[in-house]
């Protein structure tokens, strides 16, 4: 049992590139969530995914896309990179309404 | 909107107790959590409080929470060189929909001292 997997562990971008962060996880789990994470400023919710074939906006859409591909991955794709997209990105899932998040180990991605 | 608060540092020698405190504004926050993050990896839930509850106690772990002030403190008996993290305080006013969004604080270092 993973958990919650993340893949890549590490990406440097440079501006206008684009790229595809993926989660995954094996606890049968209803929702997924997206995350990112600066420094002084926590954790803000970029999407999340209720159910397989849901995606909603959080807090901090702009920029991304995500797709909730079966009920274990959930992708986040930066379509042209950008500095301010420099960040450590967190997925998560949690059964519904259930009180606890599991989170990945996160990708530390970097664009120039 | 919803507002989560932290100091952002704390220091404290092995063996003395900690404590961390946070502020929410959310008025209708159901859950309070706080959260450990280790060096390079991920958040791990340690305890969470129910609105209706005023101390949650978990081995070295007491949570109080103060619902008039809307302020929520974690207090850590026997604070171990091993507890040296960062800690983020979060709250939760979707408890029981489809999802359980969280909004979290800035997150407390806490250092310590051998």
């Known amino acids: 049992n993973a958990g919650v997997t993340q893949t890549p562990k590490f990406q440097v971008l440079k501006t206008g590139q684009s790229m595809t962060l993926q989660c995954a996880q094996d606890?049968?789990?209803?929702?997924m969530y997206w995350y990112r994470q600066d420094p002084g400023m926590g954790l803000r919710l970029i999407y999340y995914?209720?159910?397989?074939?849901?995606?909603d906006k959080g807090e901090v859409p702009n920029g991304y896309n995500v797709s909730r591909l079966n009920k274990r991955e959930f992708s986040l794709r930066l379509e042209s990179a950008a500095p301010s997209q420099t960040s450590v990105y967190f997925c998560?899932?949690?059964?519904?309404?259930?009180?606890?998040?599991?989170f990945g180990p996160g990708t530390r991605l970097t664009v120039t | 909107g919803e507002d989560v608060e932290q100091s952002l540092f704390l220091s404290v020698r092995e063996g003395d107790s900690s404590v961390i405190n946070c502020t929410y504004t959310?008025?209708?926050?159901?859950?309070l959590y706080w959260y450990k993050q280790e060096p390079g990896a991920g958040l791990q839930l340690l305890t969470y409080?129910?609105?209706?509850?005023d101390m949650k106690q978990d081995q070295r772990l007491t949570v109080l929470l103060n619902k008039k002030d809307k302020h929520l403190s974690l207090r850590i008996a026997d604070t171990q060189t091993g507890d040296s993290a960062i800690y983020f305080c979060?709250?939760?006013?979707?408890?029981?929909?489809?999802?359980?969004?969280?909004?979290f604080g800035t997150g407390t270092l806490l250092a310590v001292q051998p």
């Open positions: 998560a899932s949690s059964v519904a309404s259930a009180y606890e998040q599991y």
């Open positions: 606890m049968n789990h209803n929702s």
């Open positions: 995914s209720a159910s397989e074939g849901t995606t």
């Open positions: 959310d008025s209708s926050s159901t859950y």
């Open positions: 409080i129910f609105s209706n509850m």
């Open positions: 979060a709250e939760s006013s979707d408890y029981g929909g489809a999802t359980n969004k969280l909004i």
